[in-house]
């Protein structure tokens, strides 16, 4: 194997899905803890009352909410990231359990209602301030890197109401102020930072389910995204000058596409969808400058951005200095009428037959993460880190308490074969961190059930459990890939 000396390897995680602690110590609300739990054929629902104080529970919408609503828990729903997996108390305890399988870095993010409860104050919560910090304190105890995801899907709910969140200009200044925060008071302890996390899903998710997002949602994806790209940009040149040792990265949800045919056509769309779901983003946050297709991607919707002058001038001074993604599968698209078609957790669109598909839709595609991997350092020529990819699948616990899951094993032991071959054939990959190193909520369902981590934690889809942590087969095994840095996948 080719992995270099000092490979990053360890896991992944975020704050909403696993922190729990969702009202304690000053933390305020956010976006996901007003959203249920759901499964693979039921989607995920927001609750809030309308301004005549009905009470409501729908799939989030691009739209947001009705005029004069607002966000609410309500008493007859479950809402899974309430309560996570409690790493707000268990944080010691799972921080050992990498140290023990060898981790080299582990992937957390910052819940920015801990720090900022509303999102707008001037001064942090300083419980959130010190709660990380011991984190990290724990972390850096066990030679393990924090590679820390500054937001990740969780905007401050006040955010979200009062000032119609990021369609908002003002939301890049709060954003700024949570980053600058974050580098002054974690100076020394990290290094490594992500901007916004699966920064091309406000567009990817509007063109995933067919053809229902409207103009206008389009309009507000592209300005969001233009706005958050501004903070970004700006994050990364307040990152530089706090610390100049700082690493400032984007992140994109990976997908490799394919075209079902070799109808030219169907190539065409191929890379017009590279262009738009995947290449967009990178485009901008990597080179510093909107790409020459994106005049086609707004004209294609109407859409007409408010861009600033001195927006371009920090999109330019802020370009990220490496380049990181999430992996789980690859997908097909065509201009033909296919029956044969995949569906559930976020995937769409035509089986591929020459893959095998999880219990949630997803395809297993090894092969497409080298071919991501390859193309992405050949357009950037940043160093990569692959900072999610897993398998979500049910676990059996044994009458001894015991998990096998050789399933889990074989999916990451194609996938770094994979990243292999493309360190072999160039690519400086520097990093890998599995998600859902520890089972955590699913973002996309809520579910517990559908479960990624080497260890195993007691929490069931209807809340109950009593969070003790396991290890699983799975977590000896990767334990010895780190310990020989990839060469031991038996």
Request: one cysteine or more; proline letters at 4%; charged letters at 25%.
């Amino acid at each position: 194997m080719s992995f270099p000396k000092g490979f990053l390897w360890g896991g992944a995680t975020a704050a909403n899905q696993c922190e729990g602690a969702w009202n304690v110590d000053g933390r305020g609300p956010a976006l996901t803890d007003v959203k249920t739990g759901g499964s693979v054929n039921a989607p995920r629902l927001v609750t809030y009352i309308d301004k005549d104080g009905n009470p409501h529970a729908e799939p989030e919408s691009p739209r947001g909410i009705p005029e004069g609503a607002h966000y609410a828990v309500l008493d007859d729903y479950l809402y899974p990231n309430h309560d996570g997996i409690d790493f707000y108390h268990h944080y010691k305890e799972d921080i050992a359990l990498m140290g023990e399988m060898g981790f080299k870095t582990f992937r957390m993010s910052i819940s920015w209602s801990r720090l900022f409860p509303n999102g707008d104050e001037e001064v942090p919560n300083q419980k959130g301030i010190e709660f990380y910090r011991n984190v990290f304190t724990e972390l850096r105890k066990y030679n393990i890197e924090p590679l820390v995801t500054i937001w990740h899907f969780d905007t401050p709910l006040y955010l979200e109401e009062h000032y119609g969140g990021w369609k908002n200009r003002k939301l890049i200044g709060f954003y700024t102020r949570f980053a600058k925060t974050c580098f002054e008071e974690f100076k020394g302890l990290v290094k490594y930072w992500l901007t916004f996390n699966e920064i091309n899903n406000t567009v990817m998710f509007l063109e995933m389910f067919g053809n229902t997002a409207s103009d206008e949602d389009y309009q507000n994806a592209y300005q969001i995204l233009h706005h958050q790209f501004v903070a970004s940009a700006k994050a990364v040149q307040i990152g530089h000058e706090i610390d100049p040792e700082n690493k400032i990265g984007c992140m994109i949800c990976g997908i490799t596409f394919y075209p079902m045919t070799c109808d030219p056509s169907d190539i065409l769309l191929n890379r017009h969808t590279w262009e738009q779901g995947i290449f967009y983003c990178g485009d901008v946050q990597c080179k510093g400058k909107y790409p020459t297709y994106a005049k086609r991607l707004w004209k294609e919707h109407n859409v007409e951005l408010e861009i600033l002058p001195e927006d371009l001038e920090d999109l330019k001074k802020g370009t990220v200095d490496m380049y990181s993604f999430s992996y789980y599968m690859s997908t097909v698209v065509t201009t033909h009428t296919v029956t044969d078609k995949v569906g559930g957790n976020f995937s769409a669109g035509a089986r591929n037959e020459y893959l095998q598909y999880s219990d949630w839709g997803w395809a297993t595609d090894p092969t497409g993460l080298q071919y991501y991997l390859e193309m992405m350092y050949d357009r950037y020529e940043l160093p990569l880190l692959i900072v999610e990819n897993g398998l979500g699948a049910f676990d059996t616990v044994e009458e001894d308490g015991s998990i096998h899951d050789p399933f889990r094993i074989d999916y990451y032991r194609q996938h770094i074969q994979a990243m292999d071959k493309a360190i072999q054939n160039g690519v400086d990959l520097i990093a890998y961190t599995t998600w859902g190193c520890i089972d955590l909520v699913s973002a996309g369902t809520g579910e517990m059930r559908k479960r990624y981590g080497f260890i195993y934690v007691d929490k069931q889809d209807d809340g109950t459990g009593d969070y003790s942590r396991s290890r699983k087969d799975s977590f000896y095994w990767y334990k010895k890939v780190i310990a020989s840095n990839g060469e031991n996948l038996d």
